[in-house]
């Protein structure tokens, strides 16, 4: 079984995240416990959709949305 390993950057953190199947965005953030609601996800400086799907070694960084007035 191949397990991959999928770097997440969220808060001034990070966390590695290992699946053992092909994985979206969305998977990732929801096993990371981030709303998908409130951020938006980089990979390699460009914006990517939750539908996205990554390989082992990629990089996303989840970056909050903020709003106000």
Known sequence: MLIMKIKLL???GEKI????KDVKVREI???AGINTETVIVKKDGNI???EEE???G???EAVRIISGG
């Open 29 to 31: 953030l929801v096993r």
């Open 10 to 12: 969220y808060d001034r």
């Open 48 to 50: 990517i959709t939750e």
């Open 58 to 60: 990629d990089v996303i």
């Open 54 to 56: 990554l390989k082992t």
């Open 17 to 20: 995240i290992e699946v053992d």
